[in-house]
């Protein structure tokens, strides 16, 4: 074997429809077979009736991902401290714990947690407010090879997120012991306060015939499944 490129499969059900994703991973190849490489990635592309998502492409990929027909997603994203807030409600409750989570989440959320459970990258927390649930999926990332940041990767709420979020960064903080958040504003709804804006976040791209950007996510991907 002189070559590898990871792909992760799913079906989505979107607007009564089953949706077919590749979503492409990691692509090595040895130095000297790099002039081939490129048939590794020309075979995922060549099948026929799926939406592709490169969630995390290198450098040099992302201009060949344009070139390919690939189109970027809106990843502005703000980086913010996870603070001990002194903040409590009897209305507000915040669930770590899996046989908990499984018991408050119905529908698709559900469904959502169930596959994604034992995903080797996923953390999942669940706040209730009024005994409205939000679900939220982060992981833990590194930045300069530091592992201090967490990543949220999908929101069940955003309106509800807005109103409990100091609850979740704090829970992030005290319970992991992450001090920083990088949320992405597409994910969370709007910006948290204090935050500031990242001048450069990392690159998310996908290349689909009919589907809007704002229905592409990072769920059943590498973000949820590879740790690193």
């Given at each position: 074997?002189?070559?590898v490129h990871l792909?992760?499969y799913?079906?989505?059900r979107m607007?009564g429809r089953?949706?077919r994703f590749?979503?492409?991973a990691?692509?090595?190849?040895?130095?000297e077979?790099?002039?081939?490489?490129l048939?590794?990635l020309?075979?995922?592309l060549?099948?026929?009736g799926?939406h592709f998502?490169?969630l995390?492409?290198s450098?040099n990929?992302?201009?060949l991902?344009s070139r390919?027909?690939?189109?970027?997603?809106?990843?502005?994203?703000?980086?913010l401290?996870?603070?001990p807030?002194?903040?409590?409600?009897?209305?507000?409750r915040i669930?770590?714990?899996?046989g908990e989570?499984g018991?408050i989440l119905?529908?698709?959320?559900?469904d959502?947690?169930?596959?994604?459970?034992?995903?080797?990258?996923?953390r999942?927390?669940?706040?209730?407010?009024?005994?409205?649930?939000?679900?939220v999926?982060?992981?833990?990332?590194?930045?300069?090879?530091?592992?201090?940041?967490?990543s949220i990767?999908?929101?069940?709420?955003?309106a509800?997120f807005?109103?409990?979020?100091?609850?979740?960064?704090?829970?992030?903080?005290?319970?992991h012991?992450?001090?920083?958040?990088?949320?992405?504003?597409r994910?969370?709804g709007?910006?948290?306060?204090?935050s500031?804006m990242l001048?450069?976040p990392r690159?998310?791209?996908?290349?689909?015939?009919?589907?809007r950007?704002?229905q592409?996510?990072?769920?059943?991907s590498?973000?949820?499944?590879?740790?690193w």
């Amino acid at each position: 074997m002189v070559g590898v490129h990871l792909a992760f499969y799913s079906e989505r059900r979107m607007e009564g429809r089953t949706e077919r994703f590749c979503n492409l991973a990691a692509w090595c190849v040895i130095d000297e077979y790099r002039s081939i490489g490129l048939r590794l990635l020309n075979a995922l592309l060549a099948q026929k009736g799926y939406h592709f998502t490169d969630l995390s492409p290198s450098g040099n990929v992302v201009p060949l991902n344009s070139r390919l027909k690939f189109f970027h997603l809106d990843v502005a994203s703000a980086l913010l401290p996870n603070l001990p807030w002194p903040i409590w409600s009897p209305r507000v409750r915040i669930i770590s714990e899996p046989g908990e989570i499984g018991q408050i989440l119905r529908g698709r959320d559900l469904d959502i947690y169930r596959d994604h459970a034992h995903a080797a990258a996923a953390r999942h927390v669940v706040i209730v407010k009024d005994d409205v649930p939000c679900y939220v999926i982060f992981r833990r990332v590194r930045r300069k090879n530091l592992p201090l940041f967490a990543s949220i990767l999908y929101v069940s709420d955003r309106a509800l997120f807005k109103r409990v979020a100091k609850y979740v960064f704090r829970h992030l903080l005290l319970r992991h012991g992450i001090p920083l958040t990088l949320a992405e504003l597409r994910v969370v709804g709007v910006r948290p306060r204090p935050s500031i804006m990242l001048r450069s976040p990392r690159p998310k791209m996908y290349r689909s015939a009919n589907l809007r950007p704002e229905q592409i996510d990072y769920l059943y991907s590498e973000l949820t499944c590879v740790a690193w």
